[in-house]
């Protein structure tokens, strides 16, 4: 079973797609509202993917992003994004992001990048 986190400044989109993550058998280990929220939840769980918001106020995606991988380059990071920009892409697949999923959520984006980070996890034992 796959144990995530989910990290959203928005309080109810966390609670709604950690509820959809547990419905597909996804264990959920804790829920973020921030970048900073996001670095100390993944030091103390080390979950094997983490969704991570790209906006939000105080500290953002990206900076926990960049933290996590400094912490373990290996580390599963989907962020999730509402914003298209070229220079917001640049910067997550610079920093090494797992995946990208823009919202709206599409269903079969967040299933592609759950399998493949399976299928990287059964490689790895």
Do not use: W
């Amino acid at each position: 079973m796959i144990r995530a986190i989910v990290v959203d400044d928005d309080k109810n989109i966390v609670d709604c797609f950690s509820e959809f993550l547990e419905l597909r058998g996804i264990h959920i280990l804790g829920k973020g509202h921030d970048g900073k929220e996001a670095v100390d939840l993944y030091v103390k769980l080390r979950p094997d993917v983490i969704f991570l918001d790209v906006l939000m106020d105080r500290f953002d995606g990206l900076y926990a992003l960049e933290k996590i991988k400094n912490i373990d380059p290996d580390a599963n990071v989907i962020m999730v994004t509402a914003d298209l920009t070229e220079n917001t892409h640049t910067q997550m697949t610079a920093l090494k992001a797992s995946a990208i999923i823009f919202k709206p959520y599409e269903i079969d984006a967040i299933m592609k990048a759950l399998h493949d980070i399976s299928f990287r996890m059964a490689r790895n034992t």
